[in-house]
């Protein structure tokens, strides 16, 4: 089993940026993915992107690309979110999550992080 740690979470004005870092220890990672949801008060958690830890194919949701950046290094087991000119209906908690392969289905994730709050003013 993969533990995964979020860090990087705060305020932030919109129009601003900010960086999510998700640190995986437990195994290293040679295969399967790493992504990010988030989980707004009264919604569903929903899917933001996912990079792929062989080839570092990425994808994402349509809410926040040419925003949004996934980027992982493999000798460090660290993923990170870049997320640029931020609205306030980015404010969530993010997650990261480890699974077998690329889906957008959350429960197709086995490892969760603790998740880290993002809040977008206005």
């Known amino acids: 089993q993969v533990q995964l740690v979020e860090s990087g979470g705060g305020l932030v004005q919109a129009g601003g940026s900010r960086r999510l870092s998700c640190a995986a220890s437990?195994?290293?990672?040679?295969?399967?993915?790493v992504g990010w949801f988030r989980q707004a008060p009264g919604k569903e958690r929903e899917f933001v992107a996912a990079i792929t830890w062989s080839d570092g194919r990425t994808y994402y949701a349509d809410s926040v690309r040419r925003r949004f950046t996934i980027s992982r290094d493999n000798t460090k087991n660290t993923m990170w979110l870049q997320m640029n000119s931020l609205k306030p209906e980015d404010t969530a908690v993010y997650y990261c999550?480890?699974?077998?392969?690329?889906?957008?289905?959350?429960?197709?994730?086995?490892?969760w992080g603790q998740g880290t709050q993002v809040t977008v003013s206005s």
């Open positions: 999550a480890a699974g077998p392969r690329v889906t957008s289905y959350a429960p197709m994730y086995n490892s």
């Open positions: 437990g195994r290293t990672f040679s295969s399967g993915v």
